[in-house]
């Protein structure tokens, strides 16, 4: 039955001792007498993954026996072991091999002595004989595939045999030959040169023909058979299947007489089952023949098959099993399983497993049932099943071998019970039962799983110890587990070691390897091992192509991985979930969402199930591109196809929404958290085992899924203590944010800096400490920790952890795309301003650059007077930078002149119908300048600059990215919170001239992200910003530089504390409200208040909320005293100054001096009215967010001491003695200007006075000199003004411009002057 390229070689030249039969792998056993055969390498097994073993028997004193042929032939040619088994003497007397010629010759030879036609027979006719011989003789197909080692129904070549079943096979096969054998005919010519064969003609006399000695009756009772020999009449009832027919005598008795027949003890003792003790499914085939019962394993499952769902297996399936023995049974189960009938096979062996102990069929459950059905256990994912099968075996005494707990092994694997399968193993070894290779490779398989390779590694060793060979498909998995724990170099290793084997790779080798030379991130080395597979012929499947796209994906290659994709297809290999799935994250690694979703719509239009990894994959690849609401689609498209999400799907949505920064995606992300929390998904809450700290591990976790959890979990701790008290709370509370080696997955640095940051600034108890499990861990004691979470610092953190919060109604979808469209459009124009616009450092004078922090706080001053938006007061400064580069030379008398100039160009370029610009006169009159000096140096810029005054500033570039991310949507709390300081630090960033050289839209992202880093507001740079902007790499020198001023300004202790201040005072009036409101509904009985009830409900942060509709908040404009916000009406109260006014009756004396050689940091005052008015609109480039504040009576803030006043009023005198009104007219700037922005240019040019003034043809220097004698002898409001009061009026008017600052913002905070001493000097 064996191939003869495994008997034979081609030519004596061909032998190959790994492959031919040598005299060393056949081996007489005594004990069992028979021969041992041993083949390493097949046709079915090409790389030598295992040894095939057959068994021949011997018959003695038989006609035809093995063994003693066998002796014969070695002892009459004797050779070496690892000589070729079969030889023959030539004619010089030389031992040959026997070739493919000489043994078809001999086969031929031998059909002719049997009379039939040589032609017609070659060397395979052996192997097809052999076939059918088996067959004849009662053996079942599964046995014949196993001896012949057929590969058809390959799943049945790794099932192994046991010893005498082995013995069984050929035993079987013999028996059939001697039965039948011929007297006439007899073998010769194989016992070697002048020996005869025993069993020749020779030896023993003519037997008569058969016919010959039987009567008439017996000659009519015998038939031929298909080989032409006579059928015995014992074997004319049925073919002796293996297991069906061969049974004692007893038993046949028992199958004539009906198995349900009632019987006595006696039967009982016999094996018999008790009476009418089965119902009738069970009993045999009573008053049947039984060759109607008799039915083949194929035939079973065709017959279940046909069965309805709910209809019971029928008793002929039962009365067929009494024809089968154990093993049919177990390939029964399997083949059911296989057939999607995993029901059915449970149903039969239950059923089997029921029976009485002395059931005829009880038998079947033995040790190769149970191990099938354990290891069909892998398709139910039941682990328990299996555990408790493998119990029941040890309580009925079942034998269990290897095979049933490699079996239960690979059940726990699939399960992912990885520890269990680790016990199962130590369990067998216990039991004293010998693993073998099979069970080896599962424990590898176990190790990698567990991200243990080292010991996996160690298997290898362990293996070698024990005696047991590593085979081809040891060092595939050991490789494979290498890979698995993401030790590439490892896994080379292992290959390296395999070829020393003597091992030859496999396309599941070179598949390992293009793995682990992709996570190294090797591409070229990727593509010669896969050039290295087509020159080999190996075969290519799905999984090298997956592999090859993965390594790909991990090289950035995304444009090579589509070429193998669509090399993929040329080949005919079809695509599987894990190719699609590595093919869109190859894109989302690329940047490019819309290929990811369109190989994510070809996956679905070629009948591929997207599976939870597909989803994640693409909504990564949708939030890289910044399509928040598409990621947020196809989470939602997921769990509508009943897709159940995992934690990583939550992990990559939540982190996308919350990366964002838009107010209400992360909304929508708190939301998700919800789903995942209740559907058993990170629970990371946990109380140590002394029960003395409660820890909340945010380790590993992604940024959002992070900040949301700690939002939650001090949520929940608040609402503890004010539920139950401080007892509440365990003696301490921790948050891990570095599990360190306690984790083997990597921890988030960010997560970790911005929880520390967080805690830090908003001067929560919690502390670092050192901790001997963790590596970063913040402590607070509970006690603090309960009188912490009362506090309005606490509320204040709350909002600034989670702003969304305080979120009013969430807008359309429609709003967030008109938001998106008109933010990309307006930083279109940024973009085209800042590439056709520059500033020149160079030409800038050094009388400019000292006298610049003067010029900055005087334009300050005049637009706090002039109620103008903060950005218009910024464009002004942008605007005379502009000039002092275009000029070549500027004199320092008239520079105050030319920064009023050009704020009134600002001016008209930020206007609008629904918020006009104040006039020139207007404008004059603040700065005490003539109204026609004033007209004149506007004019003169605009020749200067070409007509081009466009100025676009970075408060407005700031203005478009909190817009951007929604703030809008906020309440008072929540716009403060997320705008307050970045504005802040926005005026302050005017001041400081190393951000000069940086674009207005750069030192914007600098600043929000130094901001929002600096309090740990997580994302520091949120993604919808960075697809807008393109600025997602801060190593740029640009933006580098720019950041790095940026946080120098936010580490002035000045501005967190007045930030935070306002932001926990906010919090307490919001806490007061709430209960005021709460006692409200308690008086009214439950009753809910009407709209006119809460119209006038108690002012709350200075003002009164009131719904005016979306027209009259978006399109009515600015009233006095109200304050226009997105469909909000804030109606102003009565400022501080007004109730101070009210209760003390004092008046208050207000300077508008403005001391042009103070610093930045001696100007709080023009600080916070640019705060309180960056609120303001985004005028030319989008629709106005927030209305213009009014006419703000303003002064100077802050505690100078009286001689520094003195000696800066002493100087500000002497320089405006000096002043010259002198300007050249020296351009060194011209560009045109886009068309986008023609029309805002036009503007500008037409306004009243400035192109057209009537003093046109007067000298320059006398309208500056005339302008600079105004100056100087006004001495109140204008550049280079007096106007300083007493210490106890400027006093006075430091306090009231705090308290009107902060009137302008909603916040009345009474202040006196012993605590601004005391605020200041902290």
Known sequence: MLRRSNLVPGSSVLFEGRKHLRRCDVVFVPELYALRLTLRETKTLQFREREHVIFVTGSKGAPLDPVRLYQDYVAAHPAAPADPFFMFRGADGVLQPLTFDGLASGVKELVALLGLDPSQYASHSLRRGGASGALASG????????????????YLRYYTLGLRDMLRISAAMLSQVNRAWPADVRTAGFAGPGRPCSGSAADKPEAPPA????????????????????????????????????????????????????????????????????????????????????????????????????????ERVFRALHHLDSRAVALLLKDLSKAALDGRSIELFDALRALPERHL???????????????????????????????????????RNVHTYTALMNVCIKCGKLTTALDIFHNMKAEGCTPNVVTYNTLIDVYGKLGQWDRAVNVLKLMRSEGV??????????????NMCNQPREALAVHAELRESGFEANSTTFNALISAYGKLGQLDRVLGVYKDMVWKGLERSVITYSSLISACEKAGRWETALQLFEEMTRDGCQPNTVTYNSLITACGQGAQWERARQVFEQMQGNGCAPDVVTYTALISALERGGQWQLALDAFNQMVQRGCRPDAIVFNA?????????????????????????????????RLSPDGRRGELNLHALTAGVAMLSLHGWLADIQHKVATCGDSA????????????????????????????????????????????????????????????????AFSAQMASLFPGGTAAEQPPASCETLTQQQCGEAFGAVQRFEASHNLVLQNMGLAYLQQRTGLISGLLEKGAALGLKDEVVHDGVLLLDRTASAATQVSQEVLPLVACAALQLAMAQGASPDSPAPSAAQLAEVAGVEAQSLLDMSWRLQQLLHDDTLAISAMRCLKVYLERIGYRHLDRQGIYIMAGLPIMLAVEAMFDMSLLNCRPSIVAAALLYAERRHRGAVPFWPSTLAKMTGYEDLTTPELSCAVRAAQKLCRKVLYPQIYKQQCTNLAAQLQQQQQKQQQQVVQMQGQMPSSSAAAAAPPVMGRVYSNGGAAAGMNSGMHSGVLVLSGMQL?????????????????????????????????????????????GGLGVSVPSMMGTHGSIDYALLGQLELQQQQQQHAQQQQQQQQMMGSLPMASSLSGDLSAMLAASRQSSAHTPGLCSPAAAGSAFAASAGAAAAAAAAGGGGGFGGVGVAEPAGLRDAGLESIAMSLSLLGINVPIDAASLDAALSR
Request: hydrophobic share 40%.
């Open 653 to 685: 949505i939540i982190d996308a929404l919350w990366q964002t920064g838009v107010v209400w995606a992360q909304v929508k992300a708190r939301e998700l958290l919800a789903m995942a929390v209740k559907q058993g998904h990170f629970r990371n809450e």
């Open 211 to 314: 016919a010959a000695n039987a009567g008439a009756s017996s000659s009519a009772s015998q038939s031929v058979g298909w080989g032409g020999l006579n059928i015995p009449s014992e074997q004319q009832s049925g073919p002796r299947w293996f297991g069906r027919g061969n049974r004692s005598k007893v038993h046949r008795q028992a199958t004539a007489q009906g198995r349900g027949h009632a019987r006595g003890p006696a039967d009982l003792q016999t094996g018999g089952e008790q009476p009418c003790s089965q119902p009738s499914a069970f009993a045999g085939p009573a008053g049947r023949s039984a060759q109607e019962d008799v039915l083949s394993v194929e035939e079973l499952v065709q017959h279940i098959k046909r069965l309805g769902r709910a209809e019971p297996l029928p």
């Open 469 to 482: 060979l590593p085979a081809l498909r040891t060092f595939n998995t050991l490789i494979i587990a290498c």
């Open 361 to 399: 069929l009880r038998p079947l459950c033995d040790v190769y049932t149970y191990t099938a059905t354990i290891s069909l256990c892998i398709y139910q994912q039941n682990v328990d099943r299996a555990m408790e099968l493998l119990g029941e075996m040890r309580a009925r005494g079942v034998e």
């Open 139 to 154: 053996l079942a197909p599964f046995f014949t595939r196993f001896q012949g080692d057929w590969k058809s129904e390959c």
């Open 729 to 792: 709370l365990p003696p301490l509370l921790a948050v891990v944010t570095d599990a360190g080696t306690a984790s083997k997955e990597q921890g988030n640095f960010i997560i970790k800096e911005a929880v520390s940051t967080l805690m830090s600034f908003w001067g929560a108890p919690f502390r670092v400490v050192q901790d001997r499990t963790y590596l970063g861990v913040l402590e607070a004691p509970g006690p603090q920790l309960a009188a912490w979470v009362r506090s309005a």
């Open 1131 to 1175: 109606q102003q109260v009565p400022s501080l100054q007004q109730q101070q006014q009210q209760q003390q009756g004092a008046g208050v004396v207000v300077t508008a001096g403005v001391n042009a050689g103070n610093s930045s940091a001696g100007h709080p005052g023009q600080l916070m009215h640019a705060m309180s008015g960056g609120l």
